[in-house]
């Protein structure tokens, strides 16, 4: 190499390293991404298809450690449309993570991301009251610059900001469980839960004998859930079965605690109540312990939804006549198929319905039921 040209280049070195940390490392990831376009134009290869099946329902109970976020993959930009490959990274926020549900959900969603060889992490907040936490974790979250996210609204008002950026950024948005309450989710991949709690509904008129006084213990009023569940409930009943009167609707927050609180409150202000529904896991634990600390096992009609150890273990004894299960292990697996489906541009349908069955003690164990339920 002639000294003059040797000159040159030594002189073009001295000014990037000379240049601030930031400057020099653009610099030097130039350089290396001219000669890694270089490298991929020689070699022309072709990437393996992501599967586009999903798997056989699972046939065991979810595992009963609390989920941890997984560690997230290096902030880049989103991956063109039709791109998916082992760095897509797709971003699941959940409602919480303390009750059994939620680890389920986390279940399918890693097995779908084994499946499709893609990039997941899983988080929420401590508790399902927590919606400043969890606005948190979505901003944080959107700052990775995910190839799709996957969201379950606590608050829908409260996330639309922050959701209205991701869709300028055409970063797809997947609702699952309760999903967001507005058009920017790509599909929601969830229970029908106005049906699901219009059945819970129907089973408890047949219970009580058709007629009498009922009261619901609902998670929340903001997040889809909540408000599907409890309408569902009350819309069935006043339809369908004029003489049960609903005489409370109350909020515990998904928490036990609270929510045995207000059932005691509940059966203090009503002796005559016939029925009690639970809305989620976290509610019909509340009233199952308020009604056994009242004394009143066995002389009120407990329905719930979910499952989980304490649920089931009522449901068995008799003390609890039944519930709703869903599928969070489809529901989680589902999520990240879709945002997969979404990444590749692929149209989904508005929603995605995961279903759901009622058990009590004559199916709980049944082949159908079993796989569904969860400790």
Not at 168 to 183: A, E, H, L, N
Not at 218 to 237: A, C, P, Y
Not at 239 to 256: L, S, T
């Amino acid at each position: 190499m002639p000294r003059m040209a040797t000159l040159d280049r030594m002189r073009g070195m001295h000014r990037i390293l000379g240049l601030p940390n930031t400057l020099r490392r653009a610099a030097s990831a130039g350089a290396i991404g001219v000669a890694a376009l270089a490298a991929v134009t020689a070699c022309q290869s072709t990437p393996a298809a992501a599967p586009t099946t999903a798997p056989a329902a699972p046939t065991t109970a979810p595992a009963a450690a609390a989920p941890k976020p997984t560690t997230a993959p290096a902030a880049g930009a989103p991956a063109a449309a039709g791109a998916v490959g082992p760095d897509t990274y797709i971003a699941i926020i959940s409602k919480g993570f303390q009750h059994q549900f939620w680890q389920a959900v986390k279940q399918g969603a890693d097995k779908a991301a084994t499946d499709f060889n893609v990039k997941i992490t899983f988080e929420g907040p401590e508790t399902e009251a927590m919606v400043d936490k969890q606005i948190e974790m979505l901003q944080t979250a959107l700052g990775k610059n995910p190839s799709a996210l996957a969201f379950a609204a606590l608050d829908s008002k409260a996330a639309i900001p922050l959701l209205q950026q991701a869709q300028s950024r055409k970063i797809p948005v997947i609702g699952f469980d309760s999903g967001v309450d507005s058009d920017i989710p790509v599909t929601t991949a969830a229970t029908d839960n106005i049906a699901a709690a219009g059945y819970a509904a129907d089973k408890m008129a047949e219970l009580i004998g058709d007629k009498g006084e009922v009261a619901l213990v609902v998670h929340d009023q903001t997040s889809r859930t909540g408000i599907d569940r409890r309408d569902g409930f009350l819309n069935e009943m006043k339809a369908k079965h004029p003489d049960v009167q609903i005489v409370d609707v109350q909020y515990g927050a998904g928490d036990q605690l609270k929510s045995t609180d207000i059932t005691k409150a509940i059966i203090a202000a009503h002796p005559n109540l016939k029925g009690i529904f639970g809305a989620n896991e976290g509610s019909i634990v509340g009233v199952l312990n308020g009604v056994h600390e009242s004394g009143k096992d066995n002389k009120i009609v407990i329905i719930g939804y979910d499952s989980g150890q304490q649920q089931l273990d009522a449901i068995r004894s008799g003390v609890q006549a039944g519930a709703i299960t869903q599928d969070p292990i489809g529901i989680g697996y589902k999520s990240v198929e879709a945002a997969v489906k979404a990444i590749k541009g692929e149209q989904l349908p508005k929603t995605i319905d995961t279903g759901f069955h009622w058990y009590d003690k004559t199916n709980i164990d049944s082949d159908q039921i079993k796989p569904l339920l969860y400790n």
